[in-house]
């Protein structure tokens, strides 16, 4: 197996790319989804939609929808937490959801440039490499890494519903940057 040192840069910065328009498509099926269900016109809401699919935010949306207040989900947490290490100080209120939504991006780059990485090592058809990555991040990240962090509850926590529509957003994230990442690294 050999392979290059430019053409891991080239196939991590396309995944990377990958990732972020992943998120992009993830946050759009969420908008979606509120859209239909006629949540979209509360702010508290549409930006828990633009932070993320995960099986916590179904919980906060119902809490956003009661109350018209923002609510501090795991990107948001976790953008405090950040803040907090970096600068020493607290995340105010009005910077809480521009550090969740650059978590939520950040997070959807650096795991779409580990999976253009990945593809130059082990080849791949989009298919199935999206589908793999979305099941991952879903598995990992959703549901192990976060309540092992204490960004959210456990996921028994959380009704099976909500886990089904993570799954499913997270799927989509996956599909969405194998396609990119492939359509980007062809054209390098």
Known sequence: ????????????????VGGVVGVFAMTALQLLTDALSGSAQLQAVRELSQRGGRHDIASLKKRARRSGRQQRDATVLAAEWVTQLAWERSLDTQRQHAGGMAVHYAFGAAVGGAYGCATEAFPVTP?????????????????????????TGPPSSYAVRDHVNALASHVLFGITTAAV???????L
């Open 127 to 151: 298919t199935r490499g999206g589908v793999s990555l979305g099941i991952a991040v879903w598995l990992f990240g959703e549901e192990l890494a976060l309540p092992v962090l204490r960004l």
């Open 1 to 16: 197996m050999g392979f290059s040192k430019p053409g891991l840069i080239k196939a991590t910065t396309a995944g990377m």
């Open 181 to 187: 990442t492939a359509r980007i690294k062809s054209r």
